[in-house]
């Protein structure tokens, strides 16, 4: 069944250089009905601060995709 997430109904996450609105359970936030989607396991809107990014971390058969939007 499809489910629709408003925006304003995501869970946020400020960690200072980023803002997260995750759609899944990700990180400190755990939907035990809202874990993925098929084999899509992260959905996140984060919004990242200029000149700012991730450390380095592992991430193990993932593939990660980035759409700048700006």
Excluded at 23 to 30: C, E, K, N, T
Excluded at 38 to 47: A, C, E, P, Q, S
Aim: glycine share 4%; net charge negative; no cysteine.
């Amino acid at each position: 069944m499809l489910q629709i997430i408003p925006a304003k109904d995501r869970y946020f996450s400020d960690m200072g250089n980023m803002n997260s609105h995750f759609l899944f359970s990700f990180a400190d936030y755990y939907d035990p009905q809202n874990e993925s989607f098929g084999n899509l396991r992260v959905f996140n809107d984060d919004f990242l601060k200029a000149n700012s990014g991730f450390e380095m971390h592992p991430h193990h058969y993932y593939e990660i995709m980035t759409i700048m939007l700006a």
